[in-house]
């Protein structure tokens, strides 16, 4: 079955960087396209960022600038670098596999078939 797993996350200081990755199996990785989420207590999933097959990226406005997708197909992962962190960027980040027949805009969870378990990013002020 498919698995997604995430690390990296941990408390880092407003200002700062991290990345995240995502080890996934039990799918073809590289004929997958893969998102990234995050979700703050209280609030919903907000999507951050896609990377295609052919390693096409799009993001969100929010993160635009400060987080980029990657991917290693020979790793079967992808990687969320993040930069100039901010309190308000604390939350719990998934990465999703994105169903087939979905474009590189895919903003909506619905639009994600395959989730990690998540790991929590806290940001200090």
């Known amino acids: 079955q498919v698995q997604l797993v995430e690390s990296g996350g941990r408390l880092v200081q407003a200002g700062g960087s991290l990345r995240l990755s995502c080890a996934a199996s039990g799918l073809t990785f590289s004929n997958s396209a893969m998102g990234w989420f995050r979700q703050a207590p209280g609030k919903g999933r907000e999507f951050l960022a896609v990377?295609?097959?052919?390693?096409?990226?799009y993001y969100a406005d929010s993160v635009k600038g400060r987080f980029t997708i990657s991917r290693d197909n020979a790793l079967n992962t992808v990687y969320l670098q993040m930069s100039s962190l901010k309190p308000e960027d604390t939350a719990v980040y998934y990465c999703?596999?994105?169903?087939?027949?979905?474009?590189?805009?895919?903003?909506?969870?619905?639009?994600?078939?395959?989730w990690g378990q998540g790991t929590q990013v806290t940001v200090s002020s």
């Open positions: 999703a596999v994105r169903r087939i027949g979905y474009g590189l805009g895919s903003t909506l969870p619905s639009m994600y078939n395959y």
């Open positions: 990377i295609s097959m052919s390693g096409n990226t």
